[in-house]
C-alpha cells in the first residue's frame, strides 16, 4: 500500500535519472499530472503522456538530459511529507539557488512552480524543490 504517491513519483524521476533512463512510468493521478506540468513548463523534463487503462491510468514521463548527457534534474526532493505538512504565503516562496531551481506548490489555484505562485500572489502546501 503506497501512502506518498507524491514520494513515490519523485523517487521513480530520481532513480529514472539517475541510471539515464528515457521514460519512467507511474500510475496516473491529478496532481502527479499536474507535477509533470510544471516539471515541463520549467524545462526539466522533456514532456508526459497520459495513457487511460483499466483498473487506472498510467501517466509516462520522458526525462530529460543535457547535449553530453548531463543531468537537467540534478536533485528532486520532497518538503512536505505526511507526518508533516509545510506551508508557505506568497512572501515566504524565496527563488531556489538564486533562480536556477523552483519549488512546486499546492495552490488554491492547481500545482504551480513558486515563480508563477509569486506572479498570481498566492501561497500553498510546498510540495517539493527541484534544481
Avoid at 503506497?2 to 491529478?30: C, E, Q, Y
Avoid at 534534474?73 to 512572501?91: E, F, H, L, M, Q
Amino acid at each position: 500500500m503506497m501512502t506518498d504517491p507524491v514520494a513515490d513519483m519523485l523517487t521513480r524521476i530520481r532513480n529514472g535519472n539517475f541510471i539515464h533512463r528515457k521514460r519512467v512510468d507511474m500510475p496516473a493521478s491529478r496532481l502527479r499530472v499536474g507535477i509533470a506540468q510544471v516539471l515541463q513548463d520549467e524545462g526539466f523534463i522533456d514532456g508526459y503522456e497520459v495513457v487511460e487503462g483499466k483498473p487506472f491510468s498510467t501517466l509516462n514521463v520522458d526525462l530529460k538530459y543535457g547535449e553530453d548527457g548531463e543531468h537537467v534534474i540534478r536533485c528532486i526532493d520532497r518538503v512536505s511529507k505526511p507526518g508533516r505538512r509545510v506551508y508557505a504565503g506568497v512572501t515566504d516562496l524565496r527563488p531556489i539557488l538564486s533562480g536556477q531551481g523552483i519549488q512546486i506548490v499546492s495552490t488554491p489555484r492547481g500545482v504551480l512552480s513558486d515563480r508563477v505562485a509569486r506572479e498570481q500572489r498566492v501561497g500553498g502546501e510546498i510540495l517539493c524543490k527541484v534544481y
